[in-house]
């Protein structure tokens, strides 16, 4: 007699995600699910209790996935790291990314601690240590309006060059300007331009170089 498979919660949200990621949050059945896998339904209810928790378990997951994204080193600039981040994982998730923050009511929690979650990683960043927690609150609403524009294009297929290159260069002048700007409003230019000074000579591409980016 062959032996039974055994389908772990791990394997089942997989698979879940998977569909998820092509079809969409609502498009989810458990039968579905359970075609993805090769089983009966039985194994997906032996480990949920039915479609409205593995919709909440995919949407902490794909929370999850996009703050990894958002926590890589993809320039040697911490707060550019974060938009960048955002902007793949629009492009690799199109589906979810809508979900998250579009369609979906429990998006505005995620946003909530998204935007929490990046305050914490632009702290990080030496050349915004100047700022105020206002400031930076500040920076951080306009930035996050720009990214979630160019992510929505992404999503739409507006946007032709999606290379992280391109969009790495979009977010670091729009970036340089806007704290620039609440630099330069603030009466904290001399401290925020020097800090560039004093790294003159390093090789740091994409860091918004406040010379490059504000005029």
């Known amino acids: 007699m062959p032996k ?3 389908f772990s919660r791990e394997d089942i949200l997989e698979a879940a995600f998977d569909l998820f990621r092509k079809e969409g949050l609502y498009a989810l059945s458990v039968r579905k699910i359970a075609g993805r896998v ?4 039985a194994p997906v209810y032996s480990c949920f209790s039915g479609i409205d928790e593995i919709r909440e378990s ?4 794909a929370f999850e996935r996009l703050i990894r994204y958002t926590e890589k080193s993809y320039t040697a600039d911490i ?10 994982f629009a492009k690799d998730f199109p589906v979810v990314y809508r979900t998250i923050f579009l369609e979906d009511a429990r998006g505005r929690d995620m946003f909530q601690r998204f935007s929490e979650t990046n305050r914490i990683q632009m702290r990080k960043e030496k050349s915004l ?10 920076i951080l609403d306009k930035l ?10 992404i999503c739409a ?12 260069a979009r977010l670091a002048q729009t970036g340089g300007d806007i704290i620039g700007a609440t630099a330069f409003m603030s009466g904290k230019w001399p401290e925020y331009s020097g800090y560039f000074q004093e790294r003159k000579g390093e090789n740091h591409e994409n860091h918004h170089d406040p010379k490059r980016n504000f005029r």
């Open 38 to 41: 090769g089983s009966s339904t």
């Open 129 to 138: 240590a100047i700022f105020s927690d206002g400031e930076i609150e500040s």
């Open 79 to 88: 707060f550019l790291n974060i938009g960048v981040g955002m902007l793949e």
């Open 157 to 168: 297929g507006i946007i032709e060059d999606t290379s992280m290159q391109s969009l790495s």
């Open 4 to 6: 039974k498979i055994q």
């Open 58 to 61: 995919l949407m902490r997951e």
């Open 144 to 153: 996050t309006v720009y990214t979630h524009g160019l992510a929505a294009m």
